[in-house]
Protein backbone atom coordinates (compact mmCIF):
# COMPACT_ATOMS: atom_id res chain seq x y z
CA UNK A 1 0.00 0.00 0.00
CA UNK A 2 1.56 3.47 -0.54
CA UNK A 3 1.84 6.20 2.14
CA UNK A 4 2.66 9.72 1.84
CA UNK A 5 6.16 8.36 1.79
CA UNK A 6 6.05 5.65 -0.77
CA UNK A 7 4.96 1.48 -0.67
CA UNK A 8 4.98 0.62 2.76
CA UNK A 9 7.43 -2.92 2.41
CA UNK A 10 8.10 -4.59 6.08
CA UNK A 11 11.92 -5.37 6.14
CA UNK A 12 12.18 -8.52 8.46
CA UNK A 13 9.95 -11.55 8.96
CA UNK A 14 10.75 -12.91 12.01
CA UNK A 15 9.17 -13.13 15.44
CA UNK A 16 8.75 -9.34 16.73
CA UNK A 17 7.24 -8.72 13.04
CA UNK A 18 4.78 -10.80 13.47
CA UNK A 19 3.69 -9.83 17.13
CA UNK A 20 3.67 -6.29 16.05
CA UNK A 21 1.64 -6.78 12.54
CA UNK A 22 -1.43 -6.28 13.39
CA UNK A 23 -0.58 -2.99 15.66
CA UNK A 24 1.19 -1.61 13.16
CA UNK A 25 -1.93 -1.97 10.42
CA UNK A 26 -3.83 -0.89 12.85
CA UNK A 27 -1.90 2.70 13.14
CA UNK A 28 -2.28 2.35 9.05
CA UNK A 29 0.78 1.00 8.71
CA UNK A 30 0.05 -1.56 5.59
CA UNK A 31 2.55 -3.10 4.07
CA UNK A 32 3.07 -5.04 0.42
CA UNK A 33 5.02 -7.14 1.34
CA UNK A 34 7.84 -8.52 3.84
CA UNK A 35 11.55 -8.30 2.67
CA UNK A 36 14.19 -10.56 5.07
CA UNK A 37 17.59 -11.94 4.12
CA UNK A 38 16.86 -15.23 5.23
CA UNK A 39 16.62 -16.85 1.85
CA UNK A 40 14.66 -19.86 3.77
CA UNK A 41 11.81 -16.95 3.85
CA UNK A 42 12.00 -16.64 0.74
CA UNK A 43 8.33 -16.63 -1.15
CA UNK A 44 6.88 -17.88 2.12
CA UNK A 45 3.68 -15.84 3.58
CA UNK A 46 2.95 -14.32 6.55
CA UNK A 47 -0.65 -14.87 8.06
CA UNK A 48 -2.42 -12.59 10.39
CA UNK A 49 -5.79 -11.21 11.29
CA UNK A 50 -4.38 -8.20 9.27
CA UNK A 51 -3.62 -10.30 6.28
CA UNK A 52 -1.60 -12.76 4.22
CA UNK A 53 1.66 -10.88 3.24
CA UNK A 54 4.77 -12.81 0.96
CA UNK A 55 7.88 -12.63 2.03
CA UNK A 56 10.39 -11.22 -0.92
CA UNK A 57 14.09 -10.93 -1.40
CA UNK A 58 15.23 -7.32 -1.36
CA UNK A 59 16.39 -7.53 -4.81
CA UNK A 60 12.69 -8.99 -5.83
CA UNK A 61 11.07 -6.25 -3.87
CA UNK A 62 13.04 -3.10 -5.22
CA UNK A 63 12.26 -4.35 -9.04
CA UNK A 64 8.52 -4.75 -8.08
CA UNK A 65 8.03 -1.83 -6.01
CA UNK A 66 10.17 0.65 -6.96
CA UNK A 67 9.04 3.80 -4.54
CA UNK A 68 9.23 1.10 -2.08
CA UNK A 69 10.02 2.46 1.61
CA UNK A 70 11.70 0.02 3.92
CA UNK A 71 9.72 -0.21 7.37
CA UNK A 72 12.30 -1.65 10.13
CA UNK A 73 10.44 -4.26 11.37
CA UNK A 74 12.96 -6.37 13.48
CA UNK A 75 13.36 -5.55 17.11
CA UNK A 76 14.37 -2.61 18.08
CA UNK A 77 17.74 -3.90 19.72
CA UNK A 78 19.02 -4.61 16.14
CA UNK A 79 17.30 -1.96 13.96
CA UNK A 80 20.01 0.40 13.94
CA UNK A 81 22.44 -2.07 12.80
CA UNK A 82 20.00 -3.16 10.25
CA UNK A 83 19.71 0.58 8.82
CA UNK A 84 23.64 0.33 9.11
CA UNK A 85 23.13 -2.84 6.88
CA UNK A 86 20.82 -1.33 4.36
CA UNK A 87 22.96 1.63 3.87
CA UNK A 88 25.66 -0.25 2.74
CA UNK A 89 23.68 -1.93 0.18
CA UNK A 90 23.09 1.34 -0.93
CA UNK A 91 19.58 1.95 -0.11
CA UNK A 92 18.96 5.52 0.44
CA UNK A 93 18.73 7.05 4.52
CA UNK A 94 15.14 8.96 2.90
CA UNK A 95 13.98 5.00 1.98
CA UNK A 96 14.67 3.39 5.70
CA UNK A 97 12.13 4.29 8.40
CA UNK A 98 11.17 2.89 12.01
CA UNK A 99 7.81 1.13 12.40
CA UNK A 100 7.32 2.95 15.33
CA UNK A 101 9.33 5.94 16.74
CA UNK A 102 11.48 7.61 14.61
CA UNK A 103 11.48 8.96 11.28
CA UNK A 104 14.45 10.34 9.13
CA UNK A 105 14.16 13.85 8.47
CA UNK A 106 15.51 17.92 8.58
CA UNK A 107 15.22 18.46 12.53
CA UNK A 108 17.11 19.88 14.99
CA UNK A 109 17.36 19.16 18.95
CA UNK A 110 14.93 21.39 19.83
CA UNK A 111 12.00 21.29 17.86
CA UNK A 112 9.29 19.96 19.89
CA UNK A 113 11.65 18.75 22.37
CA UNK A 114 12.11 21.82 24.42
CA UNK A 115 10.06 24.31 25.59
CA UNK A 116 11.60 27.85 26.55
CA UNK A 117 9.37 29.90 28.80
CA UNK A 118 10.13 33.86 28.75
CA UNK A 119 8.07 36.90 30.52
CA UNK A 120 6.51 37.74 26.95
CA UNK A 121 6.36 34.18 24.97
CA UNK A 122 6.67 30.59 24.63
CA UNK A 123 9.29 28.96 21.95
CA UNK A 124 10.73 26.15 20.77
CA UNK A 125 14.13 27.64 20.32
CA UNK A 126 15.66 30.14 21.79
CA UNK A 127 17.41 31.38 18.91
CA UNK A 128 15.04 32.44 16.29
CA UNK A 129 12.22 35.27 17.07
CA UNK A 130 9.64 33.92 14.39
CA UNK A 131 9.32 30.50 16.46
CA UNK A 132 7.90 32.59 19.25
CA UNK A 133 4.35 32.61 20.42
CA UNK A 134 2.13 34.40 22.80
CA UNK A 135 1.00 33.22 26.03
CA UNK A 136 -2.86 32.64 26.56
CA UNK A 137 -4.84 32.52 29.66
CA UNK A 138 -3.74 28.83 30.95
CA UNK A 139 -1.61 26.38 30.51
CA UNK A 140 -3.62 23.89 28.57
CA UNK A 141 -4.02 26.51 25.39
CA UNK A 142 -0.42 27.43 25.69
CA UNK A 143 0.34 23.84 25.50
CA UNK A 144 -1.34 23.16 22.45
CA UNK A 145 -0.50 26.57 21.02
CA UNK A 146 3.01 25.14 21.02
CA UNK A 147 2.25 21.52 19.67
CA UNK A 148 0.38 23.06 16.98
CA UNK A 149 3.42 25.44 16.00
CA UNK A 150 5.28 22.47 16.53
CA UNK A 151 3.76 20.53 14.10
CA UNK A 152 3.20 23.42 11.58
CA UNK A 153 6.92 24.28 11.70
CA UNK A 154 7.40 19.96 11.42
CA UNK A 155 5.11 20.11 8.01
CA UNK A 156 6.52 23.44 6.19
CA UNK A 157 10.14 21.72 7.16
CA UNK A 158 9.13 18.41 5.48
CA UNK A 159 7.51 20.27 2.44
CA UNK A 160 10.35 22.31 1.91
CA UNK A 161 8.45 25.43 2.52
CA UNK A 162 10.47 28.50 3.75
CA UNK A 163 10.51 28.49 7.46
CA UNK A 164 12.45 30.48 10.28
CA UNK A 165 14.56 27.74 10.55
CA UNK A 166 16.32 27.65 7.00
CA UNK A 167 20.11 28.04 7.19
CA UNK A 168 20.32 27.34 10.70
CA UNK A 169 23.19 25.35 11.10
CA UNK A 170 21.36 23.15 13.92
CA UNK A 171 19.07 22.55 11.09
CA UNK A 172 20.61 18.96 9.78
CA UNK A 173 18.92 15.45 8.54
CA UNK A 174 18.90 12.60 11.00
CA UNK A 175 16.67 10.34 12.78
CA UNK A 176 14.09 11.96 15.12
CA UNK A 177 10.73 11.02 16.99
CA UNK A 178 7.42 11.40 14.47
CA UNK A 179 5.95 13.24 16.87
CA UNK A 180 8.54 14.84 19.24
CA UNK A 181 7.43 15.65 22.76
CA UNK A 182 8.94 18.20 25.56
CA UNK A 183 11.50 17.18 27.28
CA UNK A 184 13.81 20.23 28.12
CA UNK A 185 12.00 23.43 29.68
CA UNK A 186 13.76 26.42 29.72
CA UNK A 187 12.12 29.36 32.60
CA UNK A 188 13.52 33.03 32.70
CA UNK A 189 14.18 33.47 36.51
CA UNK A 190 12.22 36.72 35.48
CA UNK A 191 9.15 34.77 34.83
CA UNK A 192 8.63 34.46 38.52
CA UNK A 193 9.12 37.88 39.22
CA UNK A 194 12.87 37.31 40.00
CA UNK A 195 15.42 40.07 39.24
CA UNK A 196 19.10 40.08 39.09
CA UNK A 197 21.47 42.33 41.98
CA UNK A 198 24.29 42.47 39.31
CA UNK A 199 24.78 45.35 36.25
CA UNK A 200 26.97 43.26 33.61
CA UNK A 201 27.37 45.72 31.29
CA UNK A 202 27.22 43.09 28.59
CA UNK A 203 23.30 41.93 29.82
CA UNK A 204 20.42 42.09 27.85
CA UNK A 205 17.89 41.79 29.94
CA UNK A 206 18.66 44.31 32.27
CA UNK A 207 15.56 46.70 31.07
CA UNK A 208 13.00 43.49 32.34
CA UNK A 209 14.50 43.61 35.74
CA UNK A 210 12.10 45.67 37.77
CA UNK A 211 8.69 44.78 35.82
CA UNK A 212 6.12 42.50 37.64
CA UNK A 213 5.35 39.37 35.35
CA UNK A 214 3.07 37.72 37.82
CA UNK A 215 3.64 34.07 36.37
CA UNK A 216 4.54 30.95 38.29
CA UNK A 217 7.19 29.07 36.52
CA UNK A 218 5.86 25.84 39.64
CA UNK A 219 2.61 26.23 38.67
CA UNK A 220 3.77 25.27 34.85
CA UNK A 221 6.35 22.66 36.51
CA UNK A 222 3.34 20.55 37.97
CA UNK A 223 1.08 21.09 34.85
CA UNK A 224 4.18 19.56 32.88
CA UNK A 225 4.33 16.92 35.15
CA UNK A 226 0.93 16.26 34.99
CA UNK A 227 0.68 16.18 31.83
CA UNK A 228 4.08 14.22 30.89
CA UNK A 229 3.61 11.69 33.91
CA UNK A 230 7.00 9.56 32.75
CA UNK A 231 9.11 12.41 31.32
CA UNK A 232 12.25 12.93 33.27
CA UNK A 233 12.49 16.90 31.91
CA UNK A 234 15.88 18.91 32.05
CA UNK A 235 15.09 21.97 33.57
CA UNK A 236 17.04 25.34 32.79
CA UNK A 237 16.87 28.29 34.84
CA UNK A 238 18.50 31.66 33.52
CA UNK A 239 18.23 35.30 32.60
CA UNK A 240 18.04 37.10 35.94
CA UNK A 241 19.23 35.78 38.96
CA UNK A 242 17.89 32.12 39.63
CA UNK A 243 18.86 32.24 43.33
CA UNK A 244 16.95 35.25 43.74
CA UNK A 245 13.58 34.01 42.56
CA UNK A 246 11.09 33.66 45.01
CA UNK A 247 10.21 30.61 43.40
CA UNK A 248 13.75 28.62 43.09
CA UNK A 249 13.20 26.39 46.42
CA UNK A 250 10.06 24.83 45.36
CA UNK A 251 11.18 24.64 41.68
CA UNK A 252 14.45 22.73 43.06
CA UNK A 253 11.93 20.61 45.84
CA UNK A 254 9.70 19.32 42.31
CA UNK A 255 12.60 18.40 40.42
CA UNK A 256 14.43 16.23 43.53
CA UNK A 257 10.55 14.75 43.91
CA UNK A 258 9.78 14.25 40.04
CA UNK A 259 13.98 13.02 40.15
CA UNK A 260 14.50 15.68 37.28
CA UNK A 261 17.83 17.01 36.44
CA UNK A 262 18.35 21.06 36.32
CA UNK A 263 20.65 23.37 35.18
CA UNK A 264 21.26 26.72 36.49
CA UNK A 265 22.66 29.83 35.24
CA UNK A 266 23.92 32.11 37.90
CA UNK A 267 26.34 34.45 39.20
CA UNK A 268 27.10 32.71 42.18
CA UNK A 269 26.66 35.98 44.66
CA UNK A 270 24.04 33.88 46.83
CA UNK A 271 24.92 30.89 47.97
CA UNK A 272 21.83 27.97 48.17
CA UNK A 273 21.79 25.09 50.62
CA UNK A 274 19.53 23.23 47.66
CA UNK A 275 21.79 24.12 44.53
CA UNK A 276 24.81 22.33 46.96
CA UNK A 277 22.09 19.24 47.45
CA UNK A 278 21.31 18.91 44.41
CA UNK A 279 24.98 19.00 43.03
CA UNK A 280 26.04 16.89 45.15
CA UNK A 281 23.09 14.18 44.02
CA UNK A 282 24.14 14.57 40.43
CA UNK A 283 21.21 16.29 39.67
CA UNK A 284 22.20 19.92 38.72
CA UNK A 285 24.42 21.40 36.87
CA UNK A 286 25.93 25.01 38.08
CA UNK A 287 26.90 27.91 34.88
CA UNK A 288 28.80 30.88 36.09
CA UNK A 289 29.88 33.35 33.81
CA UNK A 290 32.87 34.62 36.02
CA UNK A 291 34.68 36.41 33.25
CA UNK A 292 37.82 37.47 35.08
CA UNK A 293 40.20 36.07 37.48
CA UNK A 294 40.89 39.48 39.46
CA UNK A 295 38.68 41.43 41.90
CA UNK A 296 39.12 45.07 39.94
CA UNK A 297 37.89 43.55 36.32
CA UNK A 298 34.81 41.25 38.19
CA UNK A 299 33.56 44.64 39.24
CA UNK A 300 34.44 46.52 36.14
CA UNK A 301 32.37 44.13 34.09
CA UNK A 302 29.38 43.30 36.75
CA UNK A 303 28.85 46.35 38.50
CA UNK A 304 29.47 44.68 41.72
CA UNK A 305 32.26 44.61 44.21
CA UNK A 306 31.89 40.59 45.01
CA UNK A 307 34.40 38.48 43.30
CA UNK A 308 36.22 37.61 46.74
CA UNK A 309 32.72 36.73 48.13
CA UNK A 310 31.89 34.87 44.33
CA UNK A 311 34.15 32.60 44.45
CA UNK A 312 33.77 31.86 48.20
CA UNK A 313 30.46 30.59 47.10
CA UNK A 314 31.83 28.69 44.41
CA UNK A 315 34.24 26.99 46.61
CA UNK A 316 31.22 26.28 49.26
CA UNK A 317 29.35 24.40 45.95
CA UNK A 318 33.07 22.70 44.93
CA UNK A 319 32.92 20.78 47.62
CA UNK A 320 29.89 19.53 47.43
CA UNK A 321 30.07 19.01 43.39
CA UNK A 322 30.28 15.80 41.51
CA UNK A 323 33.87 16.49 38.73
CA UNK A 324 32.82 19.25 35.86
CA UNK A 325 29.26 19.66 37.59
CA UNK A 326 30.31 23.70 37.61
CA UNK A 327 31.25 24.90 34.44
CA UNK A 328 33.11 28.53 34.38
CA UNK A 329 32.10 30.45 31.55
CA UNK A 330 34.59 33.42 30.21
CA UNK A 331 33.23 35.92 27.92
CA UNK A 332 36.08 37.65 26.11
CA UNK A 333 35.78 41.36 26.60
CA UNK A 334 38.14 43.43 24.20
CA UNK A 335 41.11 45.21 26.30
CA UNK A 336 39.06 44.49 29.72
CA UNK A 337 39.92 41.11 30.44
CA UNK A 338 42.00 39.62 27.64
CA UNK A 339 45.34 39.76 29.82
CA UNK A 340 47.47 37.26 31.75
CA UNK A 341 46.19 38.52 35.45
CA UNK A 342 43.00 37.64 34.72
CA UNK A 343 43.07 34.04 32.60
CA UNK A 344 45.69 32.86 35.51
CA UNK A 345 43.48 34.06 37.96
CA UNK A 346 39.89 32.32 36.75
CA UNK A 347 41.87 28.94 36.01
CA UNK A 348 42.93 29.02 39.46
CA UNK A 349 39.58 29.04 40.64
CA UNK A 350 38.38 26.86 37.95
CA UNK A 351 41.33 24.03 38.68
CA UNK A 352 40.55 24.13 42.61
CA UNK A 353 36.57 23.13 41.77
CA UNK A 354 37.47 20.89 38.50
CA UNK A 355 35.00 23.15 36.48
CA UNK A 356 34.73 22.83 33.01
CA UNK A 357 35.75 25.85 31.17
CA UNK A 358 33.60 27.83 28.09
CA UNK A 359 35.35 30.28 26.29
CA UNK A 360 32.94 32.66 24.62
CA UNK A 361 32.08 35.70 23.38
CA UNK A 362 29.28 38.34 23.73
CA UNK A 363 26.59 36.98 21.64
CA UNK A 364 25.68 40.99 21.13
CA UNK A 365 29.00 42.14 20.02
CA UNK A 366 28.81 41.58 16.40
CA UNK A 367 32.44 43.49 15.54
CA UNK A 368 35.89 41.61 14.81
CA UNK A 369 37.79 41.11 17.94
CA UNK A 370 41.24 42.70 18.35
CA UNK A 371 44.61 40.26 17.72
CA UNK A 372 45.10 40.90 21.49
CA UNK A 373 41.59 39.18 22.59
CA UNK A 374 41.88 36.45 20.10
CA UNK A 375 44.89 35.63 21.47
CA UNK A 376 43.54 35.50 24.83
CA UNK A 377 41.02 33.03 23.88
CA UNK A 378 43.54 30.81 22.58
CA UNK A 379 45.72 31.43 25.64
CA UNK A 380 43.01 30.34 28.00
CA UNK A 381 42.16 27.69 25.51
CA UNK A 382 45.36 25.99 25.58
CA UNK A 383 46.22 26.95 29.50
CA UNK A 384 42.85 24.98 30.34
CA UNK A 385 44.21 22.29 28.44
CA UNK A 386 47.51 22.02 30.13
CA UNK A 387 45.13 21.71 33.59
CA UNK A 388 43.09 18.97 32.21
CA UNK A 389 39.97 21.49 32.85
CA UNK A 390 38.07 20.23 29.46
CA UNK A 391 37.93 23.56 27.78
CA UNK A 392 35.65 24.37 25.20
CA UNK A 393 35.41 27.32 22.41
CA UNK A 394 31.34 28.18 21.99
CA UNK A 395 32.07 28.85 18.58
CA UNK A 396 28.70 29.47 17.52
CA UNK A 397 29.03 32.75 19.64
CA UNK A 398 31.59 34.28 17.60
CA UNK A 399 31.60 35.61 14.28
CA UNK A 400 32.77 33.61 11.28
CA UNK A 401 35.52 35.91 10.79
CA UNK A 402 36.63 35.11 14.69
CA UNK A 403 36.04 31.43 14.68
CA UNK A 404 38.56 31.48 11.77
CA UNK A 405 41.35 33.23 13.51
CA UNK A 406 41.32 31.41 16.25
CA UNK A 407 40.65 27.97 14.78
CA UNK A 408 43.90 28.91 12.93
CA UNK A 409 45.97 29.88 15.72
CA UNK A 410 44.37 26.23 17.43
CA UNK A 411 44.43 23.51 14.17
S1 LIG B 1 16.20 27.94 14.33
FE1 LIG B 1 17.74 26.33 14.42
S2 LIG B 1 17.99 25.85 16.58
FE2 LIG B 1 16.06 26.98 16.35
S3 LIG B 1 14.50 25.39 16.12
FE3 LIG B 1 15.12 25.97 14.06
S4 LIG B 1 16.75 24.53 13.53
FE4 LIG B 1 16.47 24.42 15.74
Known sequence: MSSENGTVVFYGAGGYAKKRLDAWVEKGLIPVCFVDADTKKHYTWIESSSGTFEVLP??????????????LSVDPNIQLKIRDYLLELGIENKRILFTDEDEWRLGC????????????FI????????LR????????????AYNSSVLILLENIKMGRPTPCDNCPK????????????????????????????QCFYCQA???????????????????AQTFPSTKFGVGLSDGEPTLN?????????????????????????????????????????????DSGTAETFAFIKGMNLFDRVVGN??????????????????????????????????????????????????????????????????????????????????????????????????
Open 58 to 71: LLDCIEKYPDFTLY
Open 109 to 120: DFIGKLIVFTPD
Open 123 to 130: STCCVKPD
Open 133 to 144: IKYHDNFEDDLE
Open 171 to 198: LIEGWYKKKPKPENVIFSSLFSNSTCNF
Open 206 to 224: KDKFQVSYGKSAVVYLNNL
Open 246 to 290: PELNEILDLVEKQKWTCSITSNASVYNAKIASLLRQGRLSLHVSL
Open 314 to 411: LKKYGSATREHSITFKYIILDGINDNNDDIDGFLEVAAELNARVHVANDAHYRVPLSDRAINACVELYQKAIAKNLKPEIIFELFIPVDRKRIQACLF
